[in-house]
């Protein structure tokens, strides 16, 4: 089930770029730490997008599952993350866009203070954990589909030809 809501998240936000005027190639797994590759014709610019997509049966809202190798800098290969969100049937998707830079240091800070953090009965936690949670309570990132036309060298919005 979870693969098949990941699926479906890479094909949701693959249509979201598609309607901002990218050309979008699903990499189905082909290229690590990459699910989709976008390219706008008008700036000849691909940007690399990690999907992930949550369901809100099985995560809070405002939180992914990650991983530990979504939190090291010097291993990013994505310029963003696009964080899908499911709500109950029959809800419209929610998206969030992150620059992946600002996830890894997100996971790699919160990380870090939960390992300095006594566990249960005082005990340090496992530094085998390779789970991370990435946290946007208030919803900061939701539609910030900017950030990906910012990154393919397009104005933010129209009338925002400067900014290109």
């Known amino acids: 089930m979870a693969n098949l809501v990941g699926t479906a998240g890479e094909h949701l936000a693959a249509g979201e770029l598609s309607r901002l005027g990218f050309l979008v190639t699903l990499t189905r797994g082909n290229a690590p730490g990459i699910d989709i590759l976008a390219y706008h014709p008008a700036t000849r610019r691909t940007v690399a997008l990690q999907i992930k997509t949550a369901h809100s049966k099985k995560q809070p809202p405002g939180q992914w599952m990650m991983n530990a190798k ?10 963003a993350f696009v964080l899908v969100r499911f709500g109950l049937h029959p809800s419209t998707p929610e998206f969030s866009i992150v620059r992946s830079v600002v996830v890894a240091r997100q996971l790699h800070r919160d990380h870090s203070a939960w390992e300095a953090t006594p566990g249960a009965g005082g005990q340090a936690h496992s530094t085998k954990n390779t789970i991370r949670i990435f946290k946007d309570p208030k919803g900061q990132w939701r539609d910030r589909w900017d950030i990906i036309l910012k990154l393919a060298k397009l104005p933010a919005s129209p009338g925002d030809e400067d900014a290109a």
């Open 70 to 79: 979504d939190s090291n800098e010097s291993n990013l290969r994505s310029q």
